[in-house]
T-cell receptor, first 116, second 110 residues
Framework: GAVVSQHPSRVICKSGTSVKIECRSL??????MFWYRQFPKQSLMLMAT?????????EQGVEKDKFLINHASLTLSTLTVTSAHPEDSSFYIC????????????FGEGSRLTVL | QKEVEQNSGPLSVPEGAIASLNCTYS??????FFWYRQYSGKSPELIMF????GDKEDGRFTAQLNKASQYVSLLIRDSQPSDSATYLC??????????FGTGTRLKVLA
């Protein structure tokens, strides 16, 4: 199946710093990428939808100025957590699709963020 | 009411038994449903998807969808210890925007 790669897999940062997470589709062009967040023992919550070449659309309650998303190419989307705080510590997972009706959403390996 | 509800478990079954995982959803307009398996600290991997009422079988897995009763289930036959994981039920809100349940933790006892 298609491969979606995330980097870094783990990151620890100090409170107040910014962290960038990359999501790459390795063997297909991803017209749309999605960013999810998962707190311990909770479900994956959709944060935003990232479309190549246009602004991301954010789910209700997700601060767009805090979670900056850039989808500059058909194979790369980045999520930047700005001025991170301990409550932002979570597992961030991206997913990608090659387009409507292609049948499957592919998930990256996830990035665990710990903010001290 | 949560959009997608699952019993958090853990559901414990002996090796070789059938594990039955259930999921209910609130939006009657939902068309597409998915079962994912997630190991601790890992991202979800797709087990099955189902769009039509009835059963869909793939190897040891059978997904069942009943739109009238708004539930989806996953049966795992001949359960193995390696099946021990959290199983997430999801529905497609539209154009791949998936809404996930909180997952059911399955333990298969050797």
């Amino acid at each position: 199946g298609a491969v979606v790669s995330q980097h870094p897999s783990r990151v620890i940062c100090k409170s107040g710093t910014s962290v960038k997470i990359e999501c790459r589709s390795l063997d297909f062009q991803a017209t749309t990428m999605f960013w999810y967040r998962q707190f311990p023992k909770q479900s994956l919550m959709l944060m935003a939808t990232s479309n190549e070449g246009s602004k991301a659309t954010y789910e209700q309650g997700v601060e767009k100025d805090k979670f900056l998303i850039n989808h500059a190419s058909l194979t790369l989307s980045t999520l930047t957590v700005t001025s991170a705080h301990p409550e932002d510590s979570s597992f961030y997972i991206c997913s990608a699709t090659a387009g409507p009706n292609t049948g499957e959403l592919f998930f990256g390996e996830g990035s665990r963020l710990t903010v001290l | 009411q949560k959009e997608v509800e699952q019993n958090s478990g853990p559901l414990s079954v002996p090796e070789g038994a059938i594990a039955s995982l259930n999921c209910t959803y609130s939006d009657r307009g939902s068309q597409s449903f998915f079962w994912y398996r997630q190991y601790s600290g890992k991202s979800p991997e797709l087990i099955m998807f189902i769009y039509s009422n009835g059963d869909k079988e793939d190897g040891r897995f059978t997904a069942q969808l009943n739109k009238a009763s708004q539930y989806v289930s996953l049966l795992i036959r001949d359960s193995q210890p390696s099946d021990s994981a959290t199983y997430l039920c999801a529905r497609d809100r539209g154009t791949y925007k998936y809404i996930f349940g909180t997952g059911t933790r399955l333990k298969v006892l050797a």
